[in-house]
């Protein structure tokens, strides 16, 4: 299985920073990742597929940048209901694996 | 507008089954394949299970793979998830999620609110 990792595991910032959350594959799976932002109690919610393509309706302070093996998730200017944990995941083959996730809150 | 609701989930003892039904509205479900995903408490999010449009494709993590079975009625809209011998590290939330499409290289774009299992004595 391909195996997904993220850094940082949780940071914190400030509304009105940017940020960007790293994911390393283990091996190459071209543009085939994408990135959701989960909330607590609540589902999961894409953001990001195609490695850069941005979902409808997300604020285009998302972007997403890489390919093969190292992607970025950038978020330019962060607002209040951005702080919530965010998961990579690949779907270049199954199984699908998810990244374990980076948690940001609030300086 | 996409809707994906889960059912089924309760508290079921160790070794026991539990059959999970998602249904679903809102597109033409027998073009798109479909996914379960799975959360344990305070826990990241596991891919589970997937199967196609048709239903003649069918993927399984190596944790459930021989214990959960997963299958799909198109003339109801409803995907489901049979889960046999269940375990303690069964217990999460469970979500469906739709992909964009229906062959390989499509991303999951939407999910359900999830339903919990808990597996326990």
């Known amino acids: 299985a391909i195996r997904m990792t993220q850094s940082p595991s949780s940071f914190s910032a400030s509304t009105g920073d940017r940020v960007t959350i790293t994911c390393r594959a283990s091996q190459g799976i071209s543009s085939y990742l994408a990135w959701f932002q989960q909330k607590p109690g609540k589902a999961p919610k894409l953001l990001i597929y195609a490695a850069s393509t941005l979902e409808n309706g997300v604020p285009s302070r998302f972007s997403g940048g890489g390919s093969g093996t190292d992607f970025t998730l950038t978020i330019s200017c962060l607002q209040s209901e951005d702080f919530a944990t965010y998961y990579c995941q690949q779907y270049y083959n199954y199984p699908y694996t998810f990244g374990q996730g980076t948690k940001l809150e609030i300086k | 507008e996409v809707q994906l609701l889960e059912s089924g989930g309760t508290r079921v003892q160790p070794g026991g089954s539990l059959r999970l039904s998602c249904e679903v509205s809102g597109f033409t479900f027998s073009s798109y394949a479909m996914n379960w995903v799975r959360q344990a408490p305070g826990k990241g999010l596991e891919w589970v299970s997937s199967?196609?449009?048709?239903?003649?494709?069918?993927y399984y993590a190596d944790s459930v793979k021989g214990r959960f079975t997963i299958f799909r009625d198109n003339s109801k809209n409803t995907l489901y998830l049979q889960m046999d011998s269940l375990r303690a590290e069964d217990t999460a939330v469970y979500y469906c999620?739709?992909?964009?499409?229906?062959?390989?290289?499509?991303?999951?774009?939407?999910w359900g609110q999830g339903t919990l299992v808990t597996v326990s004595s």
């Open positions: 199967i196609s449009g048709s239903g003649g494709s069918t």
């Open positions: 999620a739709k992909d964009r499409g229906s062959g390989w290289y499509n991303n999951i774009d939407s």
